[in-house]
Every structure is written in structure tokens, then in C-alpha cells.
């Protein structure tokens, strides 16, 4: 008797095995990510809802339209424009308005400023600028007496390529690109699930919103197929390994603000810099005024 009751009491434990077995593999990394050392193909990633709602509410922002408020600075720029060179400690990128961020056109107000090396340096815009963002081209009515002006030969706006803007703010062509299409297409480095997330509590930004905590992990998000490499290559070319970003999430599931402080290493020239970022969107689903973009006899290409 005593026999036959070990034997049913050890089958239901090597029963149980597998099922405890399978409960704590789910559970490892405190439950905010599932992302493994291994490679993306062999992950099989978990749903884990802080993460997951950081990632849909950056799909659901990008589908709609809104106000967007983009802010940059960046330390040690040497801005380049022509033949003209400036040098500023602090570059700082400001940019307003209605966007459709689904089909990546609007007009907004754009400035860029910061402290030059000495007293009476040129003004790259020379105050707020009006900024046409269309078809993956930005054209920039320049304010007289500005660089990019006396650049124009008698032309209304300038036609702003990558390496030109590469070349006014510091950053890399492919990051440029990036930026002339959607002013606020950093949001998209939170598309992947190769980052951890925790979060950090409710929040008034946005009239009541939940704060999340974000940790990219550049190396692994660069080579998986399901998020845009050339965003995470990019950003990994500058020496670092992962990228923290704070993002608030609203009620309906929008991300509407986020924010991130990125310490880049020095390369080659290139010395290190500090690039603060920050982005916030409001008022989802309002009307976007069509963009004309001007006729090839009203600008130049920079």
C-alpha cells in the first residue's frame, strides 16, 4: 500500500517538472523584455505588457496626424554651409507645427541657433524659418541676412539634401535623411522588442499619461528584420551600445512625448558630443494642410 502511494506521488511530481520548468524560462528578465543572447531568429519573444504598449503606442502615433514639437541640442558642432563655417559649443534644433506623420508632409517652423565661438558670428536662418516637408525633401525659406540666404543666388528657398543638413547640425547623412522625412521619426527606435522596459508612473504630460523607462539595445534591433536597421545602425556608429529613452504614453495609447540624452564617443575629428532630444505630440487626428512644394525656378539645392 505504502509502495503504490510513493509511486503515484512521485508521477505527479515528474509531471510537474516540465510545467515549472516552462513557467520560470517565461519569467526570466523581470518581466520587461525578450530579448536573449542569441540571435533574433532563434528568440521566441514573450508578451510583456509595458513593452508591448511602448511599442504600439509609437505605431499608433505614426499612423496619425498631430502637433509635433521637436527640440535638439548638440554639444561641439562645426556647422558647415558652403563655404562658410561655424563653430558652436551648444547647436540647438527647434521645429513646430501640424505633421501627418502617416504620409510624412506639413509646414513647419523651424530655427536653429546656438552659441558661436565669438561675439557677431552668422546666423545660419537668422530667427524662425518656415520648413515645407514633402515627398522626402525639405525646402527652408531662409530669413535675409542669414547664411543659407546668401547661399540661394536669388532664390526663394533652399532645398536642404542630406549632407547639407548633415553638414549645418553635425549629425551623419543617414541620420539627416531621417530627419528631412520625419522630424520625429526618433520615436521609431522604440518599434523594436530588443529593449527592456519598465514603468515609472502615471504622469500629467498629455492630460494624464503613464511614463515608461526604455533601454534600447542597438546591436540586437540593427540586425532583427522587423525594425528599421538604419536607424539603430546609425545611432550604434556613434560608439554606444544602448540608447535610454523615456516615453509617455496617454490614455488612448499615443505616445506623446519622449525624451533622451545620448553621450556619443569621439571618432577620428569627430569629437564627442551630448545630443539631447526631445519630442512631443498633441492634438492626434487634426487636419494637415496640403504642402506645395515650390517650382524648380524658386529654389536652390543645398
Same mark, same amino acid.
Not at 512521485?10 to 520560470?24: D, E, K, N, R, S
Not at 522625412?181 to 499619461?209: A, H, I, K, R, W
Not at 564627442?272 to 512644394?293: D, E, K, M, Q, Y
Given at each position: 500500500?505504502?509502495?503504490?502511494?510513493?509511486?503515484?506521488?512521485?508521477?505527479?511530481?515528474?509531471?510537474?517538472?516540465?510545467? #515549472?520548468?516552462?513557467?520560470?524560462?517565461? =519569467?526570466?528578465?523581470?518581466?520587461?523584455?525578450?530579448?536573449?543572447?542569441? *540571435?533574433?531568429? =532563434? %528568440?521566441?519573444?514573450?508578451?510583456?505588457? !509595458?513593452r508591448?504598449? #511602448?511599442?504600439q503606442s509609437?505605431?499608433? @502615433?505614426?499612423?496619425? &496626424?498631430?502637433?509635433? !514639437?521637436?527640440?535638439?541640442?548638440? &554639444?561641439?558642432?562645426?556647422?558647415?554651409?558652403?563655404? &562658410?563655417?561655424?563653430?558652436?559649443p551648444?547647436?540647438?534644433?527647434?521645429? @513646430?507645427?501640424?505633421?501627418?506623420?502617416?504620409?510624412?508632409?506639413? @509646414?513647419?517652423?523651424? /530655427?536653429?541657433?546656438?552659441?558661436?565661438?565669438?561675439?557677431?558670428?552668422?546666423?545660419?536662418?537668422?530667427?524662425?524659418?518656415?520648413?515645407?516637408?514633402a515627398?522626402?525633401?525639405?525646402?527652408?525659406?531662409?530669413?535675409?541676412?542669414?547664411?543659407?540666404?546668401?547661399?540661394? %543666388?536669388?532664390? *526663394?528657398?533652399g532645398?536642404?539634401t542630406?549632407?547639407?543638413?548633415?553638414?549645418? $547640425?553635425g549629425?551623419?547623412?543617414?541620420?539627416?535623411?531621417?530627419?528631412?522625412?520625419?522630424?520625429?521619426?526618433?520615436?521609431?527606435?522604440?518599434?523594436?522588442?530588443?529593449?527592456?522596459?519598465?514603468?515609472?508612473?502615471?504622469? !500629467?504630460?498629455?492630460?494624464?499619461?503613464?511614463?515608461?523607462?526604455? $533601454?534600447?539595445?542597438?546591436?540586437?534591433?540593427?540586425?532583427?528584420p522587423?525594425?528599421? +536597421?538604419?536607424?539603430?545602425? @546609425?545611432?550604434?556608429?556613434?560608439?554606444?551600445a544602448? #540608447? #535610454?529613452?523615456?516615453?509617455?504614453?496617454?490614455?488612448?495609447?499615443?505616445?506623446?512625448?519622449?525624451?533622451?540624452?545620448?553621450? $556619443?564617443?569621439?571618432?577620428?575629428?569627430?569629437?564627442? +558630443?551630448?545630443?539631447?532630444?526631445?519630442?512631443?505630440?498633441?492634438?492626434?487626428?487634426?487636419?494637415?494642410?496640403?504642402?506645395?512644394?515650390p517650382? /524648380?525656378?524658386?529654389?536652390?539645392?543645398?
Amino acid at each position: 500500500m505504502r509502495d503504490g502511494v510513493r509511486r503515484y506521488i512521485l508521477l505527479i511530481v515528474l509531471g510537474l517538472v516540465p510545467v #515549472v520548468l516552462t513557467a520560470c524560462s517565461q =519569467s526570466a528578465g523581470s518581466g520587461n523584455s525578450g530579448t536573449a543572447s542569441v *540571435k533574433p531568429s =532563434s %528568440v521566441s519573444y514573450v508578451s510583456f505588457p !509595458s513593452r508591448d504598449r #511602448v511599442q504600439q503606442s509609437v505605431s499608433k @502615433a505614426m499612423a496619425s &496626424t498631430a502637433n509635433i !514639437s521637436l527640440s535638439m541640442s548638440i &554639444t561641439n558642432v562645426t556647422a558647415v554651409a558652403g563655404s &562658410t563655417t561655424i563653430p558652436f559649443p551648444l547647436l540647438t534644433i527647434n521645429a @513646430a507645427g501640424p505633421f501627418d506623420l502617416a504620409r510624412q508632409y506639413g @509646414a513647419l517652423e523651424l /530655427a536653429i541657433s546656438g552659441t558661436g565661438s565669438a561675439a557677431g558670428s552668422p546666423s545660419l536662418l537668422n530667427g524662425p524659418a518656415r520648413a515645407l516637408f514633402a515627398a522626402g525633401s525639405l525646402y527652408v525659406l531662409p530669413n535675409s541676412g542669414s547664411v543659407l540666404a546668401g547661399m540661394l %543666388v536669388g532664390r *526663394k528657398y533652399g532645398l536642404l539634401t542630406p549632407k547639407a543638413v548633415a553638414g549645418l $547640425t553635425g549629425l551623419q547623412p543617414q541620420q539627416a535623411a531621417g530627419l528631412i522625412s520625419n522630424p520625429v521619426g526618433f520615436l521609431y527606435v522604440l518599434s523594436t522588442p530588443d529593449m527592456t522596459v519598465s514603468s515609472e508612473g502615471n504622469s !500629467s504630460v498629455g492630460g494624464g499619461s503613464t511614463e515608461y523607462r526604455a $533601454t534600447v539595445n542597438l546591436y540586437q534591433a540593427g540586425i532583427s528584420p522587423s525594425v528599421p +536597421r538604419a536607424l539603430f545602425a @546609425a545611432l550604434e556608429s556613434w560608439g554606444i551600445a544602448a #540608447v #535610454v529613452v523615456h516615453v509617455w504614453v496617454d490614455g488612448s495609447g499615443h505616445a506623446v512625448r519622449l525624451s533622451s540624452v545620448i553621450d $556619443t564617443e569621439a571618432r577620428g575629428s569627430i569629437p564627442a +558630443r551630448t545630443i539631447t532630444l526631445r519630442v512631443s505630440l498633441s492634438n492626434f487626428g487634426i487636419a494637415v494642410p496640403p504642402v506645395a512644394v515650390p517650382p /524648380a525656378s524658386q529654389y536652390a539645392t543645398l
